[in-house]
């Protein structure tokens, strides 16, 4: 399991095909430019993030109402209703309602909830089979591999590899590997699965408290193919998806797809609301975590994230050591301030991956400090003991350091004569920082000396 | 207690006080042709736009332009001379083999393309998702510039299902490459008219 491996030796492997780095940068960085492109387009940008970030700080203030009227609103429509704690709880509900009906298979669209919950090999170990439709999480199914990305879920892979995968499992001819022929396999193939699986399940962009109608976001097409063809729909949602109003879609849907992608709006923004005649709906309302962190006033607002995946695009640590590397279905700045509040021990390597150069924070349709949030997250993890024992002990021999001044004249001489005279004790490959580095030339006095040499005599 | 109550009460327990909500009544654009913008934005996301002057003129394009030997269903009477009325009662599977699709838009929006569309206009709720081809008849009087004042327009309307849909689906999965017609339709006809 690749999960016991930190984000800094993950990304190493990762790093070790630099052509592949570099075609990963500019693939996101090139997303990053698009969605710049539409923001700039679009007049009082500045201002839509602020009325999102301001509806969602609104949101997480009241959401114990909201979430009544929510329920109250789903079974007025005649959507059944369910709580679950934690994914365990999620997984058996959904598992509940399907054999209940005798149904042993399933088509779902794109729900990094239910990637998060581990929905697929709980139903798969009870007999169940799951299709993801989404076309990338489709490939990273049979690859059998988590999403490396919540928007663009195979990102990291070339279509050559995408082609073998295609003619392993789908029979297509070796070396096919043009994206639209691809893609058209992938379409019939999935038709047949669409047209004969009687039960479907989403995830949910957004939840509307106030009538009860929960809205879909996709390009694809695939949850709304889904949803009108079975007869049981099943939709899994973090209570954190609530918005207010129904007119708060216009703020949202503004926005999630400049961010994710730079188009104007996802082609399809399907508004669930009643079960059509003899169809039945239901809800999982999931906290997983949700409500603790609620609870850290310092951390809350990642629940506003909307899961456009900007964030990632942006980040040059996420661009160039590849979604995998952080071992978690959300990756990226936004995974890494999400996961710690999950499981500290395990997640604890992850704020550390990042420049806190503060590009997320600056794309962020709803504002969401995450850079902030990444630097807070590493003074809570240093405190609870979490933190790499490595990192600890460099940290306080420079706590040391910069506390004593004769320390550090005594160490700043020490550096410059080694980098001068025996450069072979710095730049070898037990020093981390000599990776894709080569060490500075060093001057042959510090500020300090020159300083009492040529002003203090002035 | 049951995993609802005891979520209910670590939320009402751990909520932050109460932040107001913001006015969202400001948002406007400048003075635009909706009309203008719109043809462009749609055929900027691999949409099709035609102004068409009447009913005829429609039934003209779709023989000209569509497979007519195929299925072809709407929901506009005016249209039956070149489609088959569609029950939404039947299975939706049934509609498996539907080449073209041709129903009426509730609104339209200029800044994004999209469409916006109950299930009353679509007849029944797979068609424009399961069709090869969708085209949709938009009144030009019925665009609008945002989406506020698209969902100012649908405000507290009631309906089972709705769905904003703008443009043809695709895919860019694979190596950021733009595919039109992922799982829905492979184009999207928007026609026009005054």
């Known amino acids: 399991m690749k999960g016991t491996q930190d984000h800094a030796t993950l990304a190493e492997v990762f ?23 539409s923001a700039n387009l679009t007049p009082q940008w500045e201002e839509l993030r602020e009325a999102a970030s301001a509806i969602k700080s609104n949101v997480i203030s009241n959401l114990h109402d909201y979430l009544l009227q929510f329920e109250e609103n789903l079974k007025k429509n005649g959507v059944k209703v369910y709580w679950a704690t934690d994914a365990e709880e999620h997984n058996q509900i959904v598992y509940k309602i399907l054999s209940d009906k005798n149904i042993n298979q399933m088509v779902k669209s794109k729900s990094m909830l ?30 059998n591999e988590p999403p490396s990305h919540i928007v663009l879920p195979c990102i990291h892979k070339k279509k050559e590899e995408i082609g073998e995968l295609f003619h392993e499992h789908l029979g297509t001819e070796k070396g096919l590997s043009d994206p639209t022929l691809l893609t058209r396999v ?6 047949n699965v669409f047209m004969t ?52 879609l216009g703020v949202f849907l503004r926005l999630l797809a400049r961010s994710a992608i730079g188009q104007p709006i996802t082609i399809y923004s399907s508004h669930f609301r009643k079960p059509r005649p003899g169809q039945e709906m239901h809800l999982i309302l999931v906290d997983k975590g949700r409500s603790e962190l609620l609870a850290r006033p310092d951390f809350r607002d990642s629940l506003k994230c ?30 890494a301030i999400l996961a710690p509040n999950l499981d500290m021990k395990k997640h604890a ?19 969401i400090p995450i850079h902030e949030q990444l630097y807070k997250w590493r003074q809570v993890i240093v405190k609870e003991g979490y933190s790499a024992s490595r990192k600890t002990f460099s940290m306080k021999a420079m706590a040391l350091t910069l506390s004593s001044p004769d320390i550090y004249n005594t160490a700043g001489k020490t550096g410059r004569w080694i980098l001068n005279h025996a450069p072979f004790a710095i730049n070898n490959k037990f020093n981390p920082w000599y990776k894709q580095r080569n060490m500075p030339d060093s001057p042959e006095q510090s500020f300090g000396e020159w300083y009492s040499k040529n002003v203090k005599k002035s | 207690m049951s995993s609802r109550d005891s979520i209910l009460a670590a939320v009402f327990k751990n909520q932050p006080p109460l ?35 009447s009913m005829e003129a429609i039934k003209n394009h779709i023989r000209e332009n569509f497979d007519t030997e195929k299925r072809i269903v709407s929901t506009l009477p005016a249209l039956s001379d070149v489609a088959e009325i569609c029950s939404a009662s039947v299975e939706p599977q049934s509609f498996e083999d539907v080449e073209l699709s041709i129903i009426e838009a509730r609104l339209a929006v200029a800044e994004n393309g999209a469409v916006w569309l109950t299930e009353e206009v679509m007849g029944h709720r797979i068609i424009p998702y399961i069709s ?43 190596e950021q490459a733009l595919v039109l017609g992922a799982h829905g339709p492979l184009s999207m006809t928007v026609y026009l008219i005054k």
């Open chain 1, 15 to 37: 790093n070790r095909d630099e052509d592949r780095v570099d075609w990963h940068d500019g693939a996101l960085w090139w997303i990053r430019q698009k969605r710049d492109r």
């Open chain 1, 114 to 143: 239910t990637e998060e919950c581990h929905l697929n090999e709980y139903l798969a170990d009870r007999g169940i089979d799951v299709i993801n439709s989404d076309l990338g999480e489709y490939i990273q199914q049979i690859d």
């Open chain 1, 186 to 191: 992938a379409r019939n193939h999935l038709r």
């Open chain 1, 197 to 248: 699986r009687r039960a479907a399940l989403t995830g949910v962009n957004f939840a509307v408290a106030e009538t009860g109608e929960y809205v879909v976001c996709t390009n694809e097409g695939n949850a709304d193919m889904g949803a009108h063809l079975c007869e049981v729909q099943i939709a899994s949602m973090g209570l954190e998806k609530i918005i207010p109003e129904r007119k708060h």
């Open chain 1, 306 to 335: 909307i899961k456009c995946g900007s964030c990632m695009n942006t980040c040059p640590v996420y661009r160039k050591s590849g979604g995998l590397s952080y071992h978690n279905t959300i990756s990226g700045p936004i995974g």
């Open chain 1, 349 to 367: 390597d992850l704020p550390f991956a990042s420049t806190l150069c503060g590009s997320c924070t600056n794309v962020c349709p709803v504002k």
């Open chain 2, 19 to 53: 932040s107001a909500l913001p006015d969202i009544s400001g948002f406007k654009v400048p003075e635009e042709d909706v009309v203008e913008k719109y043809k462009n934005t749609f055929s900027g996301i691999g949409g099709l736009v035609y102004s068409a002057k």
């Open chain 2, 132 to 174: 090869q081809h969708l085209a949709v008849v938009v009144y030009e009087s019925l665009i609008v510039s945002t989406m506020h004042e698209a969902y100012a327009k649908i405000a507290d309307e009631v309906y089972g299902f709705g769905g904003f849909i703008g443009g043809p689906s695709k895919t860019a999965d694979i």
